[in-house]
């Protein structure tokens, strides 16, 4: 070392021990000398601090590592390797970047975060499967994955050791490292045993797992599972032992702990019905699972936890029968601990209850005699020599054989459960290799140290034992592989230790001894041990105790209390109770406790191990071993078994004891370092040459510090050792080996300093001279800047005074216009002051005088008013007492009035009067009724007569048209119905007559009986009348009598009134009912106009003859059967057009089904005048011969008036279709720039023409058709009068036969002819229809369109030019994509059309072909044989079409010389894909001699023999390649000559004309399609297997920029044996050999002829593989987040973006998929400090999630002093930040992500008939057609 070089110096960082946080870190602010008392620091806090120094007592401090070196992935790449570096180091790590694994040496440090991580899913484990150790960062998936590398490599048995104390996870890294080997090393048969492991994980928690007061879930026994592997290393079986199960954890549990988690699980189900009759309750009801007071953990279902455990059952084949007793026997265990045992009164003896309902339970469950188990559960047998007793036990006894039965219960259960997970597991193959993982307890030391932990702790020994040793030789082997001089270390050996526990007379010895003595105690024992062990150093006696004793063990002393132990190592259980057990009614629960023999466990027949040392004898078998033999036993062959194997370690550390996520306690990390032995490996790796580099590595680290004359050397050996003679004099600080230079503790940091003074020091001179340069160039600058100042200055001066000359000047004048204008608005300011005042005050005046007025109007008319109201006042009293006095005035005159009243009324007189007045009205009344009567009856006769008129007129129209069809029986039905209706109507009338009558008839006898009282009243008046005048004078005196008259005589006037209203009413009714009978004969005489108006209608009146010979011709009535037809018509033309087009202009189609109803119409005159013809010539001579004249002269006048319709209606149609056209040519003529309106203008003109002329020739048929007619009436005219001229009867008969025959002649062809017409005319006017509907569906299209680019027009004159251009852009697309769905509906079309023609020309083409053949061949045999040859060679060279022949022998022939044995080589030289158009030709042929078998056999052989080929070079890129080529130009020619349409587009006329003829391959084209996407995703796969290894050296690790990247120190992991230099190591890759690859499969599959679009998803597919694989790879090695990597990636991915667009590969979208890992590299090269950094971040890293952003932060790390890490609070800044993004939850890219592929139609311009075939193909066997 150089003598300038003192470490403890100014501003150098140390650390010092801390109470509290147990290292502390200051700096030096005083340069130290050698025998100063005191070292002056100043903590972080710059509190200052005088740290005393002394050469004994208190040492130097450690010193501190430089920043670039802490948060080293491995512990052992510090360059000073202490307990406050390490520390630090591991804090670091967890707190900043979460993270929870690191190296030390061998050892990874686990620390629990107490959090789910995202960081274990299938991802991860593909990212580090087939890795280095030391490449990636470290992880649990990394050290399985190096156990698998070297049992494959090295073919030895691994084994993986988990270790740590309760609680820091050591079960869930054993879990993750057995689903790491699940993965990689699945098993190849469908036994599934990877699923098998890891379900057995589930079940060993819930028998073996506990809640305790560190670890919710903490395992209570030790595992070690070995995972067998065959001979290609995939999993075939596994096996597992346990260690020392608690089982005192059954029976006691601490406060806040819990029993087994099986217990809570199906205390949790007891509810369900399966789990009844275990009678289970709540675990608080039962005593072994409530002693911790808290039956509940949080977070964790147990009932949903049973659910796992029985699926796992199920899994490992345990049945449910199984499965249900082993539940039993859980239960009866909580059964049996709530049997309560009751103490007799002498207090030695005690009893079960007889009615304990738990003993009940535990004898039922179990299948055991309730009785005996009552009796053995309180007593116990002595045996001697001679005699056997049964001995009484105490309550205290009989509770300890109590819980000692039910441990013993329990134990055996777990042991038959391990034993059938066992058998699972097991495999009958031959096991090459295995891999084990133990998960056992780490070292333990509690307050109160038992049994249980003395174990622990004495296999902990042992285990740090083997570490030791093995860590020391891993040292020794290193040194001698880089043969470097060997110097012993001096490292703890803890063999004194363990012998203090196993060695003869040792602990265990003198526990058994203890446990033989009849009375042995657990104070005997003790004091045994103070006699046996007081001289060894490593026991110890407590000052304070006789019954405990301390061991001295390699991580600290503990205090073990002696109480128990020999109890618990002798595990009695008294045999009664057990062959109670045995004798069981179950067979599971007799098996439990059968006697094996006392011998030690099997060795397992697939390990084959050498023990090191020879086991301990087993003792006499007449004495049952201890659980401390056991123990010893079963550790020494895990001992035997791990030295046979290569070890991998895994510590687990529990950061604090509150369970909180991320938090470090720096105590208890150290307690645990110390503990499991990490900082003992670090004190062997710190004793010999902790730092070591490769030379190359070195070399670019440390050539800074070189002189250029020595880099010229090409010996970087020789280089690195002259640099380290020159920089460190002394020798002793280094070593050099064969591929390493080995540094002491603290020389790297020693050369980082120097390296980051030559930085410094560079820097400073590079700085220097930039800023000389600058300033000069700087003052020339501002020289030549001055110069030209100063001149331009000059002339701005002189400028500036002329300018000033004649600004003084205009100034003069500007001031004097100013001032005047000033002063005149100052003037005119105060002026217009003055007035406004004057205005304001005269103002103010006027108004006052004005209030002052209103005040004086305003009192005067309050005094009006007061006035006017006294004097209305004095008035109204003056008219009240007038009233007054008038009223009392009236009054009196009333009085006297009334008495003269009442004198009157009391005279005779007035009641005469009365009466005749009565008797007047009564004979009214009477007259009236019987007037109504009268009218009554005579309507009702009318209605009579109406009805009987109405009925005789509906029999005249039934009996006219009884006979009459069509329309007119459609006629008759509708009058049908209205007369029914009608008569309806009339009884309704006549019931509501009869209503009438009756209301009449009893208002008629109520008057009479109302008259027949008023007269009976009238003679008691008269006989009264003289009695009343004698006692007028006594009636005077009282008013009621002679008031009681007025009040008859007024309810007499009230009942008129009433029968008045009645009659009202009634009249009225009858008023209604004239009206509607007037409304009903209104209707009749409607409707017989009607009838009358339907006579004299146009068109044909069915009658019963006719009627019938229309039913014999159709199937249907004879009702609208036109309508129907027309029905169909339009339906089949909806179905033709599409809905959308149909429904463009109904009114046009309705217009169009008139016309063509109309034409119907007239086919059905015709057709009645042929009928009509008929029935005459049969009926002549039954009918007189004028009325069939006048009938026939009505049919011809008819017949003329139809004729002349049709022809006007034909003209109106013409005129409309003349317009339709103008109108067409208009708007084409207007948009002559459309080409597609003037193409479909066009069209529709062509097709108006042909309908045009087939309307002209049907009616040229019409003509005819009535001219045959015409003349067919003038035969029957001239006929007649012959018939009726003739006299004779012999005469008429003998012409009736010949004039019938010629009747039924003409009869016959005009009804041939009729019927032909009759199609044609409809098929005419269907056309016409159709054609009508295409024109106006085209116009209103036409008019649609216009109109639309009218609107586009406008809207896109109103945008901006982008938006302009981006809208045209989506309208164009837009535009495609409908013309695109018009055209498949088109093609849909044209292919149904199509199949039809072809099923015709298929029919055709076998009566064409085999007349042909027998035509040739009868040719054939006429000529001769050489003509014949001459003539097919003429042939054959004239009319080739493409086609190959082959003979059906031939066949296998074919597909193994194309197919089977053909290599790319071989037709490299001639037309692309050529097997695929020979194959094609071959199924033309057989398509063309319509060969179905052929076709089939042909096609189905290819698939089949492209699969074996592919699948016999599954790993060939060229063969896959080529393959794909071909069978994707098979399936493009299968389209291109299918005779689809759609297809055919780019074909030329020949290649239209080779198209299939008899077959449709569309099934075939489907097979060949998935065929084609397994090809390519097998392609994928094999360049993906090629370059995969590529990608990590050449994207991250190889410099394309030399000299860019720096070199950090390494630790062990990079020094693995993984990484072996001397057995070649992983290979290395550059960037160009990865771009060569690609562009090697870019020319494969060019050069085969591969679409370019499969090419370009090809490439996109390998982009997005080399995308994530790097990606994962930066998420996962810290080494390669750095700045200086991040530009090398960065130029990296430019490279690949650059060979994209040197191969036009650019459109593939492959470079978009690296966009990712583009990102990655810029978030590594931005500033990283500020907020706005961090929103800079968010906003470019869109392709990256937020925790790859964070991840990659976290990972980033400086290679240089002058770089920062980035702080926790940006980082956290960005994980806090809102971002609108949907992250996905995994961390890493999925690298099996495969896009979409879609194979385009890329038809072929290769002509068959020119395909030539080399003759090196040997197909020799193929006639070219």
């Not at 190096?146 to 054993?174: C, F, H, L, P």
């Not at 020879?614 to 201890?626: R, W």
């Not at 045009?1252 to 003038?1274: C, F, M, P, W, Y």
């Amino acid at each position: 070392m150089t003598s300038d070089y003192y470490p403890y110096s100014k501003y150098t960082r140390v650390w010092i021990p801390d109470p509290d946080h147990v290292w502390r870190a200051a700096e030096i602010v005083r340069d130290y000398k050698e025998g100063e008392p005191v070292l002056h620091l100043t903590l972080e806090d710059d509190t200052p601090l005088e740290y005393p120094v002394g050469p004994k007592s208190n040492p130097l401090p450690f010193l501190r590592n430089p920043d670039i070196l802490v948060g080293e992935n491995d512990l052992t790449a510090l360059s000073y390797l202490h307990e406050p570096a390490v520390l630090h180091n591991l804090k670091v790590r967890f707190l900043e970047p979460n993270h929870i694994y690191t190296y030390c040496g061998i050892v990874l440090v686990a620390i629990n975060p107490y959090e789910q991580l995202h960081i274990y899913g299938e991802e991860v484990i593909r990212a580090y499967s087939g890795q280095n150790m030391g490449d990636m960062d470290p992880h649990i998936f990394a050290v399985a994955e190096e156990a698998y590398k070297q049992m494959a490599r090295d073919e030895r048995n691994q084994s993986i050791i988990v270790s740590g104390e309760s609680g820091a996870g050591k079960t869930v890294s054993a879990k993750y490292a057995m689903r790491f080997f699940a993965t990689v090393g699945g098993s190849t048969s469908d036994t599934n045993v990877e699923e098998k492991v890891l379900a057995s994980s589930p079940i060993m928690e819930a028998i073996g797992n506990a809640k305790t007061t560190r670890n919710d879930n903490s395992s209570r026994f030790g595992k070690y599972i070995e995972i067998g592997f065959n001979r290609q290393y995939r999993i075939i079986g596994a096996n597992m032992r346990t260690y020392l199960l608690e089982k005192s954890r059954v029976v006691f549990q601490a406060e806040d702990e819990r029993n087994y988690h099986i217990f809570y699980q199906l205390c949790a189900s007891a509810s369900l019905p399966e789990y009844k009759d275990l009678c289970l309750a709540s675990a608080e009801d039962f005593t072994f699972t409530s002693m911790g007071e808290n039956i509940f953990i949080e977070g964790v279902n147990d009932a949903e936890d049973l659910e796992k455990t029985r699926e796992a059952f199920t899994l490992l084949g345990i049945k449910e029968g199984n499965q249900s007793s082993i539940f039993k026997v859980i239960a009866s265990i909580l059964h049996l601990g709530n049997i309560e045992i009751c103490s007799q009164r002498d207090g030695e003896s005690c009893h079960v209850l007889r009615d304990d309902l738990h003993l009940k339970h535990f004898c039922t469950l179990l299948g055991v005699e309730l009785k005996q188990m009552e009796h053995w559960l309180c007593h116990r047998k002595l045996v001697t020599a001679t005699e056997t007793y049964v001995k009484n036990m105490s309550t205290k006894q009989a509770e300890n054989a109590r819980d000692a039965l039910a441990k013993h219960i329990y134990a055996r259960m777990f042991d038959w459960i391990v034993e059938h997970i066992n058998k699972a597991l097991h495999t009958s193959s031959k096991q090459h290799s295995f891999i084990g993982v133990l998960d056992i307890y780490g070292f333990e030391t509690f307050e109160v140290n038992s049994f249980e932990q003395f174990c622990i702790n004495y296999a902990n020994e042992k285990l740090q034992q083997q570490f030791n040793s093995h860590v020391f030789k891993l040292e020794q082997e290193e040194y001698m592989k880089e043969q470097i001089p060997w110097t012993l270390i001096d490292f703890y050996d803890n063999q004194p230790c363990i012998d203090l526990i196993e060695a003869r007379l040792g602990i265990l010895d003198l526990l058994d001894e203890e446990c033989k003595v009849p009375k042995g105690t657990d104070e005997n024992w003790a004091q045994k041990l103070y006699k046996q062990h007081s001289v060894s150093a490593h026991f110890q006696k407590p000052r304070m105790s006789n019954v405990s004793f301390i061991i001295v063990h390699f991580a600290d002393k503990v205090e073990y209390q002696s109480e128990g132990f020999l109890e618990k190592n002798r595990d009695t259980v008294y045999g009664e109770q057990i062959n109670i057990l045995k004798a069981s009614e179950f067979q599971l629960v007799a098996d439990l406790f059968h006697d094996k023999d006392d011998v030690a466990p099997p060795k397992s027949s697939r390990v084959n191990v050498r023990p090191a040392k020879s086991t301990p004898k087993a003792p006499n078998k007449e004495h049952k071993k201890t659980v401390g033999h056991q123990f010893r036993s079963s550790l020494h062959l895990l001992m035997e078994t791990l030295n046979a194997t290569t070890p991998h370690y895994v510590r687990c550390i529990k950061p604090n004891d509150l369970k909180e996520p991320f938090m470090f306690d720096s105590r208890r990390a150290v307690q645990q370092l110390r503990a499991c032995g990490v900082l003992e490996t670090i004190r062997i790796s710190a004793a010999g040459y902790p730092s070591r580099w490769t030379y190359p590595d070195f070399f670019n680290r440390y050539r800074v510090l070189l002189k250029k004359s020595e880099m010229a050397s090409a010996d970087k050996k020789l280089v690195c050792r002259n640099l380290l003679e020159t920089l460190i004099k002394d020798h002793d600080m280094f070593q050099f080996g064969k591929t390493k230079i080995f540094f002491r503790a603290g020389q790297v940091a020693y050369l980082e300093k120097l390296r980051a003074d030559r930085f410094r020091s560079a820097c400073i001179k590079i700085q220097k001279t930039v800023r000389g340069w600058l300033q000069r160039v700087r003052y020339r600058k501002v020289r030549k800047m001055a110069v030209s100042l100063q001149r331009y200055g000059r002339g701005y001066l002189a400028r500036r005074h002329a300018d000033f000359l004649r600004q003084t000047r205009a100034a003069l004048l500007c001031q004097k216009q100013y001032r005047m204008v000033r002063d005149r608005r100052a003037y005119l300011r105060v002026r217009r002051a003055v007035v406004t005042i004057q205005a304001f005050t005269r103002g103010m005046f006027t108004r006052r005088i004005y209030q002052e007025f209103m005040l004086h109007h305003k009192a005067m008319l309050i005094q009006k008013v007061v006035r006017g109201w006294l004097q209305r006042r004095r008035f109204r009293r003056a008219r009240d007492a007038a009233i007054t006095i008038q009223c009392l005035f009236r009054r009196v005159r009333a009085r006297r009035r009334l008495k003269q009243l009442k004198v009157e009324a009391r005279s005779a007189e007035r009641l005469k009067s009365l009466n005749s007045g009565m008797e007047n009205k009564i004979v009214q009344l009477q007259r009236k009724m019987d007037d109504q009567s009268k009218e009554l009856r005579t309507h009702n006769e009318q209605l009579l007569q109406v009805n009987n008129k109405l009925q005789k007129q509906l029999e005249e129209v039934q009996s006219r048209q009884g006979g009459a069809g069509g329309a007119g029986g459609a006629q008759l039905s509708s009058l049908q119905e209205e007369l029914d209706r009608l008569r309806e109507e009339l009884q309704e009338a006549s019931a509501q007559r009869k209503r009438m009558e009756e209301e009449h008839g009893k208002e008629k006898t109520g008057l009479q009986l109302r008259v027949e009282e008023l007269e009976k009243e009238n003679a008691l008046l008269k006989s009264e009348k003289e009695e009343m005048n004698h006692r007028i004078l006594q009636l005077t005196k009282s008013s009621g009598d002679g008031v009681s008259r007025p009040e008859d005589s007024g309810s007499v006037s009230l009942m008129e009134t009433s029968l008045q209203a009645e009659l009202d009413a009634e009249r009225q009714r009858y008023q209604n009912l004239l009206k509607q009978k007037t409304t009903v004969e209104q209707r009749y005489d409607n409707l017989k106009e009607e009838l009358s108006m339907s006579k004299f209608q146009p068109g044909h009146r069915r009658n019963p003859s006719n009627q019938s010979s229309l039913e014999s011709d159709s199937n249907y009535t004879s009702i609208s059967t036109s309508e129907l037809g027309d029905t169909e018509d339009s339906i089949q033309l909806v179905e033709e057009m599409g809905l959308e087009k149909a429904a463009m202009d109904i009114s046009l189609f309705m217009k169009l089904q008139k016309r063509v109803r109309e034409l119907e119409q007239e086919r059905r005159r015709l057709q009645v005048n042929l009928d009509k013809m008929e029935e005459l010539a049969r009926s002549r001579g039954s009918e007189s011969r004028s009325s069939t004249s006048e009938q026939e002269t009505a049919d011809l006048a008819y017949n003329n008036l139809k004729r002349q319709e049709l022809e006007s209606e034909n003209k109106k149609l013409k005129k409309d279709l003349n317009e339709l056209r103008k109108s067409i040519s208009e708007r084409a003529s207007e948009n002559d720039s459309s080409k597609e309106l003037q193409d479909s203008y066009n069209l529709l003109l062509s097709q108006l023409r042909s309908a045009n002329e087939e309307l002209d020739g049907r009616k040229e048929e019409v003509l005819i058709l009535r001219t045959q007619i015409v003349s067919a009436a003038h035969i029957r005219e001239n006929n007649q009068p012959i018939q009726q001229s003739s006299e004779a009867p012999e005469v008429s008969e003998d012409k009736e036969p010949l004039d019938s025959e010629e009747a039924l002649k003409a009869y016959h062809g005009l009804r041939e002819s009729k019927k032909l017409l009759e199609a044609q005319l409809q098929t005419q006017s269907r056309q016409h229809g159709d054609e009508l509907e295409a024109l106006h569906t085209q116009i209103e299209l036409l008019r649609d369109d216009i109109e639309k680019k009218q609107e586009i027009l406008s809207y896109t004159a109103s945008l901006s030019p982008e938006a302009r251009v981006e809208y045209s852009v989506q309208q164009e697309i837009t535009r495609l994509t409908n013309d695109n769905l018009d055209l498949k509906e088109l093609v849909e079309k044209l292919e149904k059309n199509e199949r039809k023609l072809k099923k015709q020309l298929r029919i055709y083409m076998k009566k064409v072909q085999e007349l042909e053949a027998s035509q040739a061949a009868a040719q054939t045999s006429r000529s001769r044989p050489a003509l014949s040859r001459q003539v097919t060679v003429q042939r054959k060279e004239k009319d080739f079409e493409g086609m190959l022949e082959y003979y059906k022998e031939d066949e296998a022939l074919l597909f193994k010389t194309l197919i089977t044995d053909i290599r790319p080589n071989t037709v490299s030289a001639t037309v692309p894909c050529l097997p695929a158009y020979i194959l094609f030709m071959c199924i033309r042929h057989a398509d063309y001699v319509n060969d179905d078998q052929k076709v089939e056999s042909l096609l189905t052989s290819t698939i089949n023999a492209i699969k074996k080929v592919l699948k016999k070079n599954n790993e060939d890129f060229e063969m896959t390649s080529f393959w794909l080529a071909n069978t994707s130009r098979l399936l493009h020619c299968l389209k291109q000559y299918s005779g689809d349409e759609a297809f055919m587009t780019q074909n030329t006329g020949k290649q239209n004309e080779h198209c299939l003829k008899n077959f449709d391959l569309a099934e075939y084209r489907q097979v060949l399609s998935d065929l084609s996407i397994q090809i390519y995703q097998q392609l994928i796969k094999v360049a993906e297997g090629i370059i995969q290894p590529m990608i990590v050296s050449a994207m991250l690790e190889s410099e394309s920029i030399p000299s860019l990247a720096g070199v950090k120190t390494m630790g062990y992991r990079n020094r693995s044996s993984s990484m072996d230099v001397d057995s070649g190591g992983p290979a290395t890759y550059t960037l160009q050999a990865l771009i060569r690859q690609l562009g090697q499969f870019h020319g494969t599959m060019r050069d085969h002829g591969l679409d370019p679009e499969i090419v370009g998803q090809v490439v996109r597919q390998l982009f997005h593989c080399v995308n994530a694989v790097t990606l994962n790879n930066l998420l996962l090695r810290k080494d390669v987040c750095s700045w200086s990597n991040g530009m090398q990636l960065r130029y990296n991915t430019s490279q690949m973006e650059e060979w994209l667009r040197a191969n036009n590969l650019s459109h593939s979208k492959a470079a978009e998929t690296l966009e990712p890992i583009i990102q990655a590299a810029q978030l590594l090269q931005v500033k990283k400090k500020t907020t706005q950094d961090a929103e800079a971040i968010c906003s470019l890293c869109s392709a990256l999630s937020t925790q790859q952003i964070v991840k990659i932060l976290n990972l980033y790390t400086p290679l240089n002093e002058f770089e920062e890490r980035v702080s926790v609070s940006f980082i956290r800044s960005i994980q806090t930040r809102p971002q609108q993004r949907h992250d996905p939850p995994q961390l890493l890219m999925d690298t099996k992500h495969m896009f979409p592929v879609l194979f385009p139609y890329t038809p072929s311009a290769l002509s068959l008939e020119t395909l030539h075939i080399p003759a090196s193909l040997g197909l020799d066997f193929l006639i070219r057609v």
